[in-house]
């Protein structure tokens, strides 16, 4: 038996003095290996195992080589004697350091630098020269981490305290410190687990932050890490399972530094990068992998980098030698592979997983990319939500770190980017800037070439949702704007409040931010979709209005123009509306945050507008062109056809909120606070809201509603609550219509049964406005366009620029429409205004502001009617006698004047006189008093029997001319004449006058004979 053996020879051994400042050892321990008696033992015990072990078999005789040897490769015994045998050897020599060959002459100035050599001092203790190695593993890590000239253990020295580690990595027992540190957490934690093939260590290090642990224990399994941090081979399960592997991807070529190809980061990138690129690495191997990057991710004290740069660094600040010490941690352990590698992340986000990503396997990527879907949800909960964004801070920043992306995108950012493998750095293209490449290009037009696969792209689309949810997760924006974020956002702290703030801040941004700001607001407005708070906000209206261009694989603007265009639906949340106007607000400030607009017409900007950017200077300047275009009937626009189409687009959409139209909401700012503070902005409350008060407002609001409402005349479709209102109604009467006569089709169909009393007010508000004044009235104002200045000089040539005139110039051309005067176009056109304003009193504006006393005095209850029908106007007729201002009486006067021209435009007569006229003047056109003279006639015919409310209104009608003939005379001749004229009595004065004029001449004619007698010779001379 090899251990009786060992025991009858124990005399015979001599002693070694002891190092010194060590303590006394067993003298039958320090000359074992130079003893010939044990390798002849050695020899006879394991014959069989040394001829399968060329190494050993090769070993000198008498040098004691073949033990030491032996112990080297006691994993590959499968003699049951020999290994037994090895066992014990391998035990006797690692209780003693000395024993190690080579170790002593290795090591000896550096126990005596570190001042190893007194761990106790005065104190004998037989297992102290474990502690000596101890301390050298210890100077060894300190070295490493603190950088300090002082510490420098030897190089020959490093490598034999790595390599005792090395050989006892398979079993514990042999680490004298570490058994003796963890006899009893051995026993809590491990007590079932077998000794061997590192099989302890694994089960320690996994208990090592229980809080029943032992500090003595965590510090020696602590120290043990970090070796195995230097060198892998200190881990006997990795070395063993991996080395196929790393001997397969040449991990461990020869031409490498020792010091690199050992780390054990060096292993796990290298492995990781074969991973990575679709290799098959094996199962055992890979389990190995993911216990030692776990192990990384648990405690940062094993990354020697981090403790340094945490020494260097300033109190409080994560310098950048911490953060890229940091980063290359992550990229390591390689989280974004296995979430569970991160274990303050697993725990943090259990429950969610279990409920918003149980359909995913545990362990696959995919997990990291839900648990960002459900970020900010009711399915997350804030430890898991910090923790997850902290990890996503550092993936965020090596596109590598994302598995999903990775595979899928890798074959691009070669191709594309110009990329080398996962572990491979390069100062050209730095691991930041592959994203940045990958993004541009998959945004790329077909024409434009070079676009990343489908699948890619969809990957970069994920990674772009992810990122707009917070501004850290977004490297270069968070650098580039860090000042800007705390000098205008530092109290936006909610989420996805800084970039919008960013946004709103564009202008006052430095140059640097202001362009990594307006690149990423360009991106969002082509894909929308990757604000996902706001798509997230958005879902129910998404999916009930918006799911077939949200479905599509492209989005190019079609998103987020149907959410404006759907932005007033019932389904709509405040929180979607509020989204969609933020962006509907920041487009405005740079024509390219419109997708579709900068496509359609970026060619006509650089052609026709040059140096302008805010979008709405850009609207103005084509619409103007456009506009001048049209007026003069050119042969060619010289806006393109596709830009003309997504200009209408986007002048539709400014006219929603007054927000959108900078310069009117500036100059209204403060009308807005004092009128209008309770009016929601958006479907163009506060813009009604200002028309209704306009002669409140200051004078340059004043001016620019008026530009306004201008402009939406000449084109009302640009008129958002008369187009919101009568929608359905302009469906009904006015399908075909063109755009800018939609308001006149409308007028035209107001009075129908069917007309929507909603719409049908609304048109009753928009006449109002265009009878204040003509220029509000594009229809009058062409068919007048030479009867206002022949008429109305004078009125003109008082009025001012962007302000009402209040219907004198309409109040002009009726007099002249009274006087039969107006060219046939503008009679036309006047005859439908009096017609209507002799329905609606409002429709009047000089009567209404002249009158305005006596219709509260005198026609209180017809002005209160809901629907009115002429009851205020005949109202005042009855009690003209009773009214006392000048300019009221004038007003009423007029419109009895107006009345004799033509019957239409009384309404109350023409009601009661409608069968009559069908009975007895239908042969007679409508126009120019001929109607009211064919019933003027049929009155005083006494053969002709009348309706009794006609006759009745038409002797009240005669009484009302009779009393303004007396009140209001002709002003001159051809007022006069213009009286006869106009009078239902106009032949027989006509008779009158002819008779009166042939008995003048015949008179004149007699005493012209009778005076003027001359004698026939005076005509004979």
């Not at 039958?28 to 008696?37: C, D, V």
């Not at 510090?219 to 070796?227: E, F, I, N």
């Not at 399972?241 to 070529?253: G, I, T």
Request: with cysteine; aromatic share 6%; proline share 3%.
């Amino acid at each position: 038996n090899a251990l009786t053996t060992m025991k009858c020879w124990s005399p015979l051994f001599c002693s070694f003095p002891p190092a010194p400042g060590t303590s006394e050892s067993d003298p039958r321990q320090l000359f074992l290996l130079l003893n010939p008696k044990f390798e002849s033992v050695a020899r006879e015990v394991c014959k069989s195992t040394i001829a399968e072990i060329k190494e050993c078999a090769d070993e000198p005789v008498g040098k004691g080589f073949l033990v030491s040897c032996l112990v080297d490769h006691r994993g590959n015994i499968t003699e049951y004697q020999c290994h037994q045998y090895i066992t014990k050897m391998t035990a006797i020599i690692f209780s003693d350091y000395r024993l190690i060959c080579g170790f002593m002459d290795d090591c000896k100035a550096d126990i005596n630098l570190l001042k190893c050599g007194s761990i106790r001092p005065g104190e004998k203790d037989a297992h102290s020269q474990g502690e000596v190695v101890a301390c050298l593993e210890k100077g060894l890590v300190k070295e490493a981490e603190e950088n300090d000239p002082r510490i420098q253990v030897s190089d020959q020295c490093k490598k034999a305290i790595l390599r005792v580690a090395e050989l006892s990595s398979d079993d514990f027992h042999l680490d004298r410190h570490l058994y003796f540190a963890c006899r009893d957490d051995r026993e809590r934690f491990c007590e079932n687990t077998q000794a061997g093939e590192g099989r302890v260590y694994k089960c320690l290090f996994n208990h090592k932050f229980e809080e029943s642990m032992s500090e003595k224990c965590r510090d020696a399994l602590t120290t043990r890490q970090k070796l195995i941090a230097q060198d892998y081979k200190v881990s006997y399960s990795l070395a063993k399972s991996c080395k196929s592997d790393l001997k397969k991807y040449r991990c461990n070529v020869e031409n490498l530094p020792r010091s690199r190809e050992a780390r054990l980061s060096y292993l796990l990138m290298c492995l990781e990068s074969a991973v990575h690129r679709g290799r098959q690495v094996s199962s055992e191997c890979q389990g190995e992998m993911l216990d030692y990057r776990r192990m990384l991710m648990e405690d940062f004290s094993l990354s020697p980098e981090i403790i340094l740069s945490l020494v260097r660094g300033e109190k409080g600040n994560l310098g950048p030698s911490c953060q890229q010490a940091l980063q290359t941690l992550i990229q390591e352990t390689d989280p974004g592979a296995d979430y569970r590698i991160d274990r303050a992340l697993n725990e943090a986000c259990e429950s969610v997983i279990q409920t918003a990503c149980k359909h995913i396997r545990s362990g696959d990527p995919m997990i990291l990319s839900c648990l960002m879907e459900h970020l900010y949800t009711e399915k997350m909960v804030e430890d898991c939500e910090h923790r997850l964004l902290e990890l996503q801070y550092f993936i965020s920043r090596d596109w590598k770190l994302d598995t999903v992306l990775y595979r899928k995108c890798q074959g691009d950012a070669s191709r594309l980017c110009h990329t080398h493998g996962w572990n491979e750095t390069s100062e050209l293209m730095p691991a930041g800037a592959v994203f940045s490449c990958l993004y541009r290009h998959a945004y790329r037009t077909e024409e434009q070439g070079r676009r990343l696969s489908r699948e890619c792209r969809a990957e970069v689309q994920r990674i772009l949702h992810q990122r707009a949810m917070d501004v850290k997760l977004d490297p270069a924006l968070q650098d580039k704007c860090m000042v800007d974020l705390g000098k205008w956002c530092s109290e936006k702290t909610e989420t996805g409040q800084e970039l919008e703030c960013l946004q709103d801040h564009l202008d006052d941004l430095v140059s640097d931010c202001r362009d990594i700001v307006g690149n990423l607001t360009e991106l969002e407005s082509e894909d929308i979709q990757i604000e996902a708070l706001l798509m997230r906000a958005c879902e129910p209206i998404i999916q009930t209005f918006c799911h077939e261009v949200a479905d599509n694989q492209i989005d190019s603007g079609d998103l987020m123009e149907c959410l404006i265009q759907n932005k007033h639906q019932k389904e709509m949340n405040e929180k979607c509306a509020i989204g969609v106007t933020h962006f509907q607000l920041v487009q405005m400030k740079d024509f390219r945050f419109s997708y579709k607009f900068k496509m359609a017409c970026k060619e006509d900007v650089l052609k026709l507008c040059p140096n302008i950017k805010k979008k709405v200077d850009v609207v103005i300047c084509l619409s103007t062109t456009v506009r001048n275009d049209t007026l003069q009937d050119a042969k060619e626009h010289r806006v393109s056809l596709k830009c003309r189409k997504q200009l209408r687009v986007e002048e539709l959409e400014m006219t929603e909120d007054i927000r959108l139209e900078p310069e009117l909401y500036e100059a209204c700012k403060s009308d807005i606070k004092n009128y209008c503070q309770n009016v929601a902005y958006g479907n163009a409350q506060i813009i009604e809201c200002l028309k209704e008060i306009k002669k409140q407002l200051s004078t340059r609001c004043h001016q620019k509603v008026f530009k306004l409402q201008e402009t939406e005349m000449m084109d009302p479709e640009l008129d958002y609550t008369l187009m919101r209102v009568c929608k359905q109604m302009i469906k009904r009467f006015c399908p075909e219509a063109d755009s800018k006569n939609m308001l006149q089709c409308l007028k035209q169909n107001k009075n129908s049964e069917v007309m929507d009393p909603k719409c049908k007010q609304m048109i009753t508000k928009r006449q109002i406005t265009q009878n204040t004044d003509y220029r509000l009235n594009p229809v009058l104002r062409k068919a007048c366009k030479a009867d206002i200045p022949k008429f109305c000089q004078n009125i003109l040539s008082r009025a001012k620029d962007d302000t009402e005139l209040e219907g004198q110039v309409i109040s002009c051309l009726k007099l002249k429409y009274a006087d039969q005067r107006l060219s046939p176009d503008c009679e036309d056109q006047i005859r439908v205004i009096i017609q209507e304003s002799a329905l609606d009193y409002r429709l009047d504006p000089q009567l209404q502001m002249h009158c305005s006393e006596e219709i509260s005095n005198l026609c209180a209850e017809e002005a209160a009617a809901q629907e009115q029908t002429g009851q205020v106007e005949e109202c005042l007729k009855v009690n003209l006698l009773k009214i006392k201002t000048e300019m009221c009486k004038k007003e009423v006067l007029n419109m009895l004047k107006e009345s004799k021209a033509d019957i239409f435009v009384d309404p109350v007569l023409h009601t009661a006189c409608a069968l009559d006229i069908k009975h007895h003047c239908a042969a007679i056109p409508p126009g120019r008093g001929r109607q009211m003279s064919c019933l003027m006639e049929a009155l005083e015919d006494k053969r002709v029997r009348l309706q009794p409310e006609c006759k009745k209104r038409l002797n009240d009608r005669i009484e009302m001319w009779s009393y303004a003939a007396k009140v209001a005379p002709a002003e001159g001749f051809s007022d006069l004449a213009m009286q006869v004229m106009t009078s239902p009595s106009k032949n027989y004065i006509l008779s009158v006058i002819t008779v009166g004029i042939c008995v003048l001449f015949l008179i004149g004619l007699m005493c012209g004979r009778i005076t003027k007698r001359v004698t026939r010779e005076l005509k004979d001379r």
